[in-house]
């Protein structure tokens, strides 16, 4: 499904399908936008081993932290140019206790630290100055890559779950504060049917406790 028919069917189903619309499109594409964020969020469903600025990481001799493109909702994994096996991943906590003085060690990067600072991922031990260009390529979970605006823009996620996102922009639209459009109870509802096709949200706790502490290669590298 495009945008229009996104739009459109979100409107038969909020019985506002006549002028004036008590929802203007540009509320209705907001809605949509964040719908499909919270989609791919929720039920990680856009795997990324591919797009450039995502997923490639090329390695500057001494510099140990590498900042991640905000899009990125987790590592799946992380490859390396100059090798078969993928990088271990591990906490600086683990690394404090088994490699004491780990930020001082130079050399090909052998392990993947995610929760040594926020936004970026973190290469033990530093990479040396390299004569050929070496480089990591991830494999990642993340948001859509833009947001759609026009009536042909359609979702990145999968077709087949376009019409689960009316479920969200029900539930936001029935909670603008009018008095014919507040309904919390209908909004309560189309957010149950929501959470049925992409589950419930984890508070940032959870969810960031998550991606900095369970090893790549587990379930899905995240949870």
């Known amino acids: 499904m495009n945008v229009g028919e996104i739009i459109r069917q979100a409107r ?15 509320e209705l594409i ?5 719908a499909q964020e919270e989609a ?20 500057v001799g001494g510099q140990a932290n590498y900042d991640l493109d ?9 490859q390396p140019s100059w090798r078969t096996r993928p990088l271990h991943g591990v906490t600086v906590v683990e690394l404090d206790n088994d ?19 926020t936004g970026s991922l973190t290469l033990c031990p530093t990479p040396s ?7 990591i390529q991830l494999r990642v ?41 507040l309904d919390k109870t209908a909004s309560a509802d189309a957010l149950a049917l929501f ?9 940032a706790w959870a969810d960031e406790f998550d991606q900095r502490n369970l090893p790549l290669g587990g379930v899905n590298g995240e949870y």
Not at 30 to 34: A, F, P, R
Not at 70 to 78: C, D, Q
Not at 100 to 111: A, H, N, T
């Open 99 to 117: 490699y004491p003085g780990w930020q001082d060690r130079f050399g090909q990067p052998e392990v993947v630290i995610l929760d040594f600072q």
């Open 12 to 26: 038969l189903e909020l019985d506002d399908t006549e002028p004036d619309y008590l929802w203007s499109d540009a």
């Open 195 to 203: 959470e049925q096709e992409f589950g419930q949200k984890k508070s």
């Open 129 to 135: 100055m390299a004569e050929e260009e070496l480089t």
């Open 40 to 59: 791919a969020r929720r039920a990680r469903l856009l795997i990324d081993a591919t797009t450039p600025e995502i997923c490639t990481v090329t390695l």
């Open 141 to 181: 979970t993340r948001l859509p890559l833009v947001s759609v605006h026009d009536e042909q823009d359609r979702p990145e996620i999968k077709v087949v779950y376009h019409r689960s996102l009316i479920h969200w922009i029900k539930h936001k639209a029935y909670l603008k504060k009018d008095a014919d459009t």
């Open 70 to 78: 905000e899009r990125i909702i987790g590592i799946r994994s992380a």
């Open 30 to 34: 907001g809605y949509l936008n964040e």
